[in-house]
């Protein structure tokens, strides 16, 4: 009997243990699977989807800004003003541009995406109809409807950002942000061009008739397709909002809301401004700065000093000149979003290895993405001391390269290489910032926006002095020499990135 028992009980307890070990890994897949889906309820494609609409309304921001250059001269003389005075409306515009994101990031992080942004275009569109019927004897009125402009359209890339981390896991977001940054990048590019060609065959005023049945256009596509996706009202999208927030025509996570779901929980209106306390923060966004003023300093100069060095150049000649920078920009928009995910997956697979090499760290595989364990510094920032050592080289062999008036090959080809590495630098830093603060993601962007066009407001207002004063040679050289000098900051954010997040951590917890 004992061994008849003995017996029973091996055949019990065996399969008991197999079985229960089996039903703990299937627990975990499931539980992982679960994680996954609960981020978001939208398939990849329809991620991608609505990132391109988000891609296209960020777009208006550099277009609008951009598609203007070129008519400076023709609105100079029709209101019958210095250039340099056409050029604060430039200024102007640039500073409105920095601050607007602010008021509107905050307001999208409160409020929504969807109002907020087709808000923002409506102010677009108003003041593209008043700039198109603006007397030439009302400069003061020239000068307001730009700032009001800029407070429609500068705004939109903050809140896409704030799409792309509601719905993208950080597995993702850099993939999302690549394609998010096509639009805001493309435009310098195509700005000048559009803007040339409409001023020369139409006019200056049909500048911004073009602009305002573009923003028209996209004001009904975001209308009928957009969802909501701040996370505060819709959590993962399961939850149905109230109709003002819902698309008219709900293409995208359709049939996959979950009418019982509870709302998440409101946070507090947070104030932007005091992102600015947390260093990690200030290192990225001051670095991410600096690079888009050198940027904005070959950007705008690129009609004065194309024009000078090659005079056999017209206009419409110039504004093709901008598509070497903006197809540098492009290439580089599509493959970062790429590496900055393979840098992501590379650096958890490095860690998942580890962690079931040595069991001792108690971590498991399937937690080290988790924000205390997950180097997201590191995995964001692996390839920046590259892209900025080759972006500092072309910035310095551009200018010297004008100096010299060697063929206007050298220049445009230099430039392509100067738009990709720029891209990979910023869209690296841009998701990085993201990243540390998901919940935050438009006013973390609005941040980013404020620190950097002014920033590139300050260096508009002078790079054409130091050019004239010293000859582009030195002064891409100088602007290259600081990018140089600022380079440290990429290893800064490595160091303090991990240990300011274990300080917000704990004071959140505590909280």
Not at 276 to 296: C, G, K, R, T, W
């Amino acid at each position: 009997m004992a061994h008849a028992g003995q017996t029973h009980h091996i055949s019990l307890t065996s399969p008991g243990a197999g079985g229960a070990a089996t039903h703990e890994l299937e627990e975990q897949e499931v539980n992982k699977q679960a994680a996954e889906k609960l981020y978001s309820i939208y398939t990849r494609q329809e991620k991608w989807f609505i990132v391109m609409i988000a891609s296209l309304a960020a777009l208006f921001s550099p277009l609008t800004a951009n598609v203007y250059f070129p008519a400076i001269p023709t609105i100079a003389s029709a209101f019958h003003k210095s250039i340099e005075s056409i050029n604060l409306s430039v200024t102007a515009y640039m500073v409105l541009q920095g601050i607007s994101p602010m008021f509107w990031g905050t307001m999208a992080d409160r409020f929504g995406r969807r109002p907020i942004f087709l808000a923002c275009l409506l102010v677009l569109c108003l003041s593209c109809i008043g700039l198109a019927l603006v007397p030439t004897s009302a400069y003061w009125l020239l000068m307001l409807l730009r700032c009001v402009q800029a407070a429609g359209s500068a705004s939109t890339v903050a809140l896409g950002a704030g799409v792309v981390g509601d719905i993208g896991t950080p597995a993702e977001r850099g993939g999302f942000f690549g394609l998010f940054t096509l639009g805001p990048q493309v435009g310098p590019a195509l700005g000048p061009v559009i803007g040339g060609v409409l001023a020369d065959k139409l006019g200056w005023r049909s500048i911004f008739w073009f602009l305002c049945i573009m923003s028209v256009a996209c004001f009904a596509l975001m209308l009928i397709f957009l969802p909501e996706t701040l996370r505060r009202l819709v959590g993962d999208g399961s939850v149905i909002p109230s109709a003002f927030y819902r698309p008219l025509v709900p293409i995208v996570g359709k049939g996959r809301v979950d009418r019982d779901a509870p709302k998440p929980p409101k946070p507090a209106l947070n104030n932007p401004l005091r992102l600015f306390f947390y260093l990690d923060v200030l290192n990225l966004l001051v670095f991410n700065a600096v690079i888009y003023a050198v940027f904005y300093a070959v950007n705008t100069t690129i009609s004065t000093i194309f024009a000078n060095k090659y005079p056999f150049l017209n206009e419409i000649d110039i504004g093709l000149c901008f598509l070497a920078i903006g197809g540098g920009m492009t290439i580089g928009t599509v493959l970062s979003g790429k590496m900055l995910d393979a840098d992501f997956q590379r650096t958890k697979n490095r860690l998942v290895k580890k962690a079931e090499e040595d069991p001792e760290k108690h971590i498991r595989p399937e937690d080290v993405t988790r924000e205390e364990n997950f180097p997201i510094e590191r995995a964001r920032l692996r390839m920046m001391p590259i892209f900025t050592a080759i972006f500092v080289l072309t910035c310095a062999g551009y200018g010297w390269s004008l100096q010299q008036e060697t063929n206007i090959a050298v220049p445009l080809i230099l430039q392509v290489i100067f738009g990709y590495t720029v891209v990979a630098t910023m869209n690296g830093v841009q998701t990085l910032l993201i990243d540390l603060l998901p919940s935050q993601s438009s006013s973390i962007t609005a941040c980013n926006n404020l620190v950097r066009c002014s920033l590139g407001a300050l260096m508009v207002s002078v790079v054409d002095l130091i050019v004239n004063a010293i000859g582009p040679g030195w002064t891409y050289v100088l602007l290259a020499g600081i990018c140089l000098a600022c380079s440290p900051m990429i290893w800064l954010a490595i160091w303090i990135g991990p240990r300011c997040r274990a300080k917000r951590r704990a004071r959140d917890n505590a909280a």
